[in-house]
């Protein structure tokens, strides 16, 4: 009941196209759902987070949209640039505190 | 403003081993975590402290310990490495430990040899 699962593994885009991650989440009692980037060698940096109270949630050229009923949520990368290739992971957390995360997808966008 | 800092960023060590890894929060933040992230996966939970106090232990053998400091920082202590204990290990840094935004240091990169 605490697993999250996130799909693809991998993903390749053309530079200007957009990058869909899916995540699914069994824990009904998470209320947190955040998003980090993860260059090689590097710790992971928080991109963007969600509550289950709203259903969308854009910064800049990032957005997460957030399926309560389904208990799913996606991260869509809009113009997606070469910068932007990295890992990215999904989380939950609930009352603990404590983060969840998803196995990660590695975005490679091609130039 | 400094962010999480962590150290040693690399270190080695054999086998039977103990390793003792560093972690200063954001300045203000009073709850630190502690992650492990083996290659090609997600990090793990491992420990969580707010105010000095454990307010959360992952599903790690008692090898792994940790405590935090009245100034904040804490330290995650392994002992009687293994082989499979290299790995990432993140610290990461919020101001409550629950319902807010967690961040993380670059991370101390552990092989055991």
């Known amino acids: 009941q605490q697993q999250v699962k996130q799909s693809p593994q991998s993903l390749i885009v053309q530079k200007g196209g957009i990058s869909i991650i899916n995540c699914a989440y069994e824990?009904?009692?998470?209320?947190?759902f955040p998003w980090y980037q993860q260059f090689p060698g590097k710790g992971p940096a928080l991109l963007i987070a969600?509550?289950?109270?709203?259903s969308e949630k854009k910064e800049g050229r990032f957005t997460i949209s957030f399926n309560k009923s389904a208990k799913q949520f996606s991260l869509h990368i809009m113009d997606s640039q070469p910068g932007d290739s990295a890992t990215y992971f999904c989380?939950?957390?609930?009352?603990?505190?404590?983060?969840?995360f998803g196995q990660g997808t590695t975005l490679q966008v091609k130039p | 403003d400094a962010g999480v800092t962590q150290s040693p960023t690399h270190l080695i060590k054999t086998r039977g081993q103990h390793v003792t890894l560093r972690c200063s929060p954001i300045?203000?933040?009073?709850?630190v975590s502690w992650y492990q992230q083996v290659l090609g996966q997600g990090p793990q939970f491992i420990f969580q402290?707010?105010?000095?106090?454990?307010?959360g232990r992952g599903n790690f053998p008692d090898r792994f310990s940790a405590r935090q400091f009245p100034n904040y920082s804490s330290e995650l202590n392994v002992n009687a490495l293994l082989l499979g204990d290299s790995a990432l290990y993140l610290c990461?840094?919020?101001?409550?430990?629950?319902?807010?935004?967690?961040?993380f240091g670059q991370g101390t990169r552990l092989t055991v040899v």
């Open positions: 990461a840094s919020s101001f409550l430990g629950v319902g807010t935004e967690a961040f």
């Open positions: 824990n009904t009692a998470f209320d947190y």
């Open positions: 969600i509550r289950p109270d709203v």
């Open positions: 989380a939950g957390s609930g009352n603990t505190g404590k983060l969840i």
């Open positions: 300045s203000g933040h009073k709850s």
């Open positions: 402290y707010y105010e000095k106090e454990e307010r």
